[in-house]
């Protein structure tokens, strides 16, 4: 059974910086793409960066700059690190896998880490 399991949320003041983790199980990393998410409290959740197998990345344009996903397949990991955060980046961040070459796409999500931004 695969699960994902996020680590890395918190309290940050505006500016300062954040480093999420999601730890992959039951399945090797290698076989999926990955992505962060985020759903802010009365809106839908969005994409926020996702890198592929081979390591390509795309990020909202919300987050370019600010934002780097990075993965680790020895590690099964997954890293969102992000930088210069602003109040609009409070959120429950969750990370997602996504099984390559499934049709329909099989998709593994964890249980989700707050990130708040605030003075």
């Known amino acids: 059974q695969v699960q994902l399991v996020e680590s890395g949320g918190g309290l940050v003041q505006p500016g300062g910086s954040l480093r999420l983790s999601c730890v992959v199980s039951?399945?090797?990393?290698?076989?999926?793409?990955m992505g962060w998410h985020r759903q802010a409290p009365g809106k839908q959740r969005e994409l926020v960066a996702a890198i592929t197998n081979r390591g390509g990345t795309n990020y909202a344009d919300s987050v370019k700059g600010r934002f780097t996903i990075s993965r680790d397949n020895a590690k099964n990991t997954v890293y969102l690190q992000m930088n210069s955060l602003q109040p609009e980046d409070t959120a429950v961040y969750y990370c997602?896998?996504?099984?390559?070459?499934?049709?329909?796409?099989?998709?593994?999500w964890g249980q989700g880490t707050q990130v708040t931004v605030s003075s």
């Open positions: 039951g399945s090797s990393l290698e076989i999926y793409d």
């Open positions: 997602n896998a996504r099984l390559i070459g499934s049709w329909p796409p099989t998709n593994y």
